[in-house]
Every structure is written in C-alpha cells, then in structure tokens.
C-alpha cells in the first residue's frame, strides 16, 4: 500500500498524557484501557519492503505483537501468528487484519517452542512444514 496523500504525522494523533492509570495484571485486556490502543489498524500504510517474505511473530495476538504483524502484512509478508490459547479470541482479531491486507497467515497456539527449527526457512519450506498453507 503506498502511502495516502494528506497522510497525517501519528506523533499527533494519538491523545496526550496523562492517560488513565487504572493497572491491570498480565495479561492486559486492550478492551479495558484508556486511551484505544492504536497498532496502526487505521493509521498504517505499507510500502512491499517485505513482498513475499514469511514473518513469524511470538505474541502477536494484541500489543507490540498485533502491531507488528499487521505492519509486516501491509509491507508484503505473510504471517506466521504465535499466541497464548487464552489469547486466541485476540489473535483471530489480529489474524482479520492481516487478510485484510491480503496476505495469508497461520495460527500456532502455544509455547514459543513449537516454532523452533523453523527460523530461517525459505518461505516454500515454511509452507511445506505445516506451518501455513498455500
């Protein structure tokens, strides 16, 4: 996606501090914070710098994880999503923006480990191993 004439500075806008202290323990609920969390769902346009590649990302269900991967999506990468099973509600969510960039993606519930082996790969080799499908 090339970037959008008129695109606005995203250091302007977003809400200025202070924001709500309310504390909550791990994991989080996005749902509950204030101000909305922004992973570049409305504000994020890609360039191809990734076209083709595979990107495997660890907690990619919400937080610094969604945003990553639905910035790897918009330059080009399809995705390889990790997540927590309590966390799969999350991660379906996070899974829908990457469609909607038209890229493929996968989920893997569970511990990082089962990713092991796989870093490296050549995208076909990533496909073929089950962890995505063509």
Same mark, same amino acid.
């Given at each position: *996606?090339? %970037?959008?004439?008129?695109?606005?500075?995203? /250091? /302007?806008?977003?809400?200025? @501090?202070?924001?709500?202290?309310?504390?909550? @323990?791990?994991?989080?609920?996005?749902?509950? *914070?204030? @101000?909305?969390?922004?992973?570049? $769902?409305?504000?994020?346009?890609?360039?191809?710098?990734?076209? =083709?590649?595979?990107?495997? #990302?660890?907690?990619?269900?919400?937080?610094?994880?969604?945003?990553?991967?639905?910035?790897?999506?918009?330059?080009?990468?399809?995705?390889?999503?990790?997540?927590? /099973?309590?966390?799969? $509600?999350?991660? %379906?969510?996070?899974? /829908?923006? #990457? &469609?909607?960039?038209?890229?493929?993606?996968?989920? !893997?519930?569970? =511990?990082?480990?089962?990713?092991?082996? #796989?870093?490296? %790969? !050549?995208?076909? &080799?990533?496909?073929?191993?089950?962890? +995505? +499908?063509?």
């Amino acid at each position: *996606m090339p %970037r959008r004439a008129g695109h606005q500075d995203p /250091k /302007k806008a977003q809400e200025k @501090p202070p924001y709500d202290a309310k504390k909550q @323990p791990p994991p989080g609920y996005e749902g509950e *914070m204030n @101000p909305k969390v922004d992973h570049g $769902e409305e504000s994020y346009t890609g360039n191809s710098r990734l076209k =083709d590649n595979v990107a495997i #990302i660890t907690e990619a269900d919400s937080g610094i994880g969604r945003a990553v991967a639905i910035a790897f999506a918009r330059e080009g990468a399809d995705v390889v999503l990790s997540y927590l /099973k309590e966390e799969e $509600e999350d991660a %379906r969510e996070t899974a /829908k923006w #990457i &469609e909607d960039a038209g890229r493929k993606v996968h989920l !893997r519930s569970g =511990d990082v480990e089962i990713l092991q082996g #796989i870093s490296g %790969r !050549r995208e076909e &080799e990533v496909w073929a191993a089950g962890y +995505c +499908c063509k």
